[in-house]
């Protein structure tokens, strides 16, 4: 890993994590396989001014299903890694209010 702006590779928005954005204060972004929680809460500080309390970093496996004919498994989508940030009390991240 070179800088810390090759941790992040996107925001994940969905009902869940919108759900924890607006109750938990919690973020959730797709980062890269060697990312530890350590080099999340640095990117995310820097790169956004902002306190980090807690990441948590979860290993999502690759969503597999089978083939019709042959009943083969087959994998659909590659499995990723994420991380959870829980902020301080108060703060946000601007970019991704109001989506």
């Known amino acids: 890993m070179s800088t810390?702006?090759?941790?992040?590779r996107r925001p994940i928005?969905?009902?869940?994590?919108?759900?924890?954005?607006?109750?938990?204060?919690?973020?959730v972004f797709e980062v890269s396989e060697d990312a530890t929680r350590t080099l999340v809460k640095d990117a995310i500080e820097t790169l956004f001014d902002v306190q980090v309390v807690k990441v948590n970093?979860?290993?999502?496996?690759?969503?597999?299903?089978r083939r019709a004919r042959s009943r083969r498994l087959l994998?659909?989508?590659?499995?990723?890694?994420?991380?959870?940030?829980?902020l301080a009390e108060g703060q946000t991240l601007e970019f991704l209010e109001g989506v």
């Open 57 to 65: 970093i979860i290993n999502t496996p690759a969503k597999r299903s």
């Open 13 to 27: 928005v969905t009902e869940k994590s919108n759900r924890q954005k607006k109750r938990f204060n919690q973020y």
């Open 75 to 86: 994998v659909r989508r590659p499995g990723y890694k994420k991380a959870i940030v829980t």
């Open 4 to 8: 810390i702006y090759d941790v992040l």
